[in-house]
């Protein structure tokens, strides 16, 4: 082989190797684009919300009811009031259900028995079904049907349960399987019962973990919308829900009503009440992150 | 109360009465330990009730809905206009079908790529600060009320970007960007469930790629990407359920007109948006337009059990399995 010979082979092995460097190069360039889009989009979505909704954000806007005629003295009082005792209601339905369901899957049920590999299944497919079919569920089965409590402020907040539930008893099993056996083995060789050991050891352990997951379904449910359309949740009501049978309405709900409205000062208070919702939602991710680095156990 | 601390005093000498101790000793304990038992157990069975719940009423309503409405102008009748009136009345549920898989799949045009992408950056490329950022930011727009991504579509993509950047002529509600909004909305989801797969590829894998002297790319490309395919798969399908499941987006920017069209500029309606749209004026129980929400709502229900089940059928099917 000659010199030159050798350089050909060189540089054609040099150009060879150049093909998959360009192309290496136009695929980080699409890598960059789509991160970027996603990045983008948010700055957008969240750039849209502020822009249109900071000018008719002021305290009045808080503490006001809703008018159908009038833009600028419109408010989202009543769907603020709503929305918080909605996550109330949805917790003090989902933490009890969903813990305990927890608790037995893990602590108690025989994997081998097709019954409980029935409700881990079951729990799976729950947790994928379309929210506006919870809707339904509580519409007919909730607000009319067997409960019949009417589209009311409980009805709402059963509904929202329902729909976090299977997220709930997943987030919950897994902090729970989180706290090592050995824990569970230390509390029953000094005799402890069962109960005992998940009472003092087991729950005590994994409570961390159940609150930060609490706390990010419960803010799921904040933002559901088509649900409480479904069952009926009141559009700009000029009061407060006064009890759990009072008709209600959330700030989702008033947001899709204002968008709905042919005036576009009214379209613009939908921003300023979504900023109130993320506002709600930073809130409720905060706690979460707060629990999480306070008190989560290291084994 | 029952005595937890109830204390067992065992006569050693006597075989008969040690174990007649123990066992009242079990006994004493086991009504509280029982009880639990069967209080946890009653918890579990409120979901089970919750999923015969949904099926037993949307069968029974559904089985109603059909006694008066042949099953075969529902499946096959291109018109679906329940609430008119007389002769102008029609059930076929096409034109809500091929809304909901329509837009679906506009907005899967636009998250697969960018989605699968975002992906493949943040496991193989971007560094681990870059990742850290990134990732908890596609989680926070995953995270956002999709009642704010309606507004989103409705204000900013159909006037600003569709009509004032690409200067395409929409209606106001129209398909196109409903469809892109859901798009938008399940690229974290995927990316984000895809680059779990990815990353769950082991090390060795790819160091030995390394070693025979493969580029990152090719790494990326054609090592861990094919060895995390079930969990891709699964991502992708996880967006479409989702992206078929969504209800507001459509109903704010999409329009309440059910279309059997392929011109994404016009108005759509999918089988979600449709309930919502129903369900909120008081249609009175018992009659055929209350009926047709649960139909509707049986054939969304039954489509996404459909989707979640290849998903997790694939993934069990494909799953490559590393020591």
Known sequence: ?299 | MVAFDQVNVVDESEGERVRADLVRARSARSIAEGSIRVLLMAAAAISIATTTAIVVILVRESLSFFSQVPLAQYLFGTKWTPLLAGDQQSFGVLPLLWGTFYLTGIGLLLAIPCGLLSAIYLAEFARPKVRNTVKPILELLAGMPTIIFGYFALTFITPKILRGLFGVEVLQYNGLAAGLTLGLLVIPTIASVAEDAMRSVPHSLREGAFGLGASRLQVALRVVFPAALSGVVAALILGASRAVGETVIILIAGGQQPSLSLDPRISFQSMASFIAATARGDIPQGTLKYETIFVVGFTLFIVTLLLNAVSSRLVRRYRQVYE
């Open chain 1, 1 to 299: 082989m000659t010199g030159s010979d050798l350089a050909a082979a060189a540089t054609a092995g040099m150009r060879r190797g150049e093909r998959p460097r360009l192309g290496g190069r136009l695929f980080s360039l699409a890598m960059y684009f789509a991160v970027g889009l996603a990045l983008i989009s948010l700055a957008a979505l969240i750039g849209q919300t502020v822009v249109k909704g900071s000018p008719s954000l002021s305290i009045e806007f808080l503490t006001s009811y809703p008018s159908r005629i009038n833009p600028e003295s419109s408010g989202v009082q009543s769907a603020l009031v709503g929305t918080l005792l909605l996550i109330v209601l949805t917790a003090a339905f989902v933490v009890p259900v969903g813990v305990a369901t927890a608790l037995y899957l893990e602590e108690y049920a025989d994997r081998t028995k097709w019954w409980n590999r029935m409700i881990e299944v079951n729990i799976q497919n729950l947790a994928a079904v379309p929210s506006v079919v919870y809707g339904i569920l509580g519409l007919a089965f909730i607000v009319r049907g067997p409960l019949s409590l009417g589209p009311v402020l409980l009805a709402g907040g059963l509904t929202l349960g329902l729909l976090v539930l299977p997220v709930v008893i997943i987030v919950s099993r897994e902090a729970i399987r989180a706290v090592p056996p050995s824990i569970r083995d230390g509390a029953l060789a000094l005799g402890a019962t069962k109960w005992q050991t998940i009472s003092k050891q087991v729950l005590p352990g994994a409570r961390a973990g159940i609150v930060t997951g609490l706390v990010l379904s419960l803010s799921r449910a904040v933002g559901e919308t088509a649900p409480l359309l479904v069952i009926g949740a009141a559009s700009s009501p000029r009061f407060d829900p006064s009890g759990l049978n009072d008709a209600f309405t959330a700030l989702p709900i008033q947001i899709f009503t204002w968008t709905q409205d042919p005036n576009p000062a009214f379209v613009d208070k939908a921003a300023t009440a979504s900023i109130v919702l993320l506002a709600i939602l930073a809130v409720m991710n905060g706690i979460a992150i707060f629990v999480r680095n306070r008190y989560e156990q290291r084994w």
